[in-house]
């Protein structure tokens, strides 16, 4: 499946998962960009992005900070949470528009299915 169009923010302020799973979501065809902070990210999303993928405890702003903002200049981005160092209330971050939650360690080819089932099943008007 052919990936090439879609551009996904990785953030995590853990190098070697935010790196791994940008380099896997790379290999399968996606312009993935690793972000530790999100003020790189919210930087980032300066260029159209189309789904971002975050983790809930980062250093200065978290997961839900950094989705508002993106959501500010994106309405309809898709929206990956995950977190290893909290329990995820899974029920309000779908209120807050998560299209999916992972509890780390989670198999990266898990948010590869999410990721496929978002960009083929959004309606146009989504579309970032």
Do not use: W
């Amino acid at each position: 499946m052919s990936h090439e169009k879609h551009r996904v923010l990785v953030v995590d302020d853990e190098p070697g998962i935010c790196k791994n799973l940008a380099e896997y979501l790379g290999d399968e065809g996606f312009i993935a960009e690793a972000y530790e902070s999100g003020a790189e990210a919210l930087s980032a999303a300066a260029k159209p992005c189309d789904a971002a993928i975050l983790d809930m405890m980062l250093p200065g702003m978290g997961g839900i900070e950094i989705a508002r903002g993106l959501r500010k200049v994106y309405p309809h981005l898709p929206i990956i949470f995950m977190s290893g160092k909290m329990q995820l209330d899974e029920n309000a971050l779908r209120r807050e528009g998560a299209a999916a939650v992972f509890q780390k360690p989670f198999d990266p080819e898990q948010v590869l299915v999410v990721l496929d089932f978002l960009f083929h099943t959004r309606r146009p008007e989504e579309a970032p």
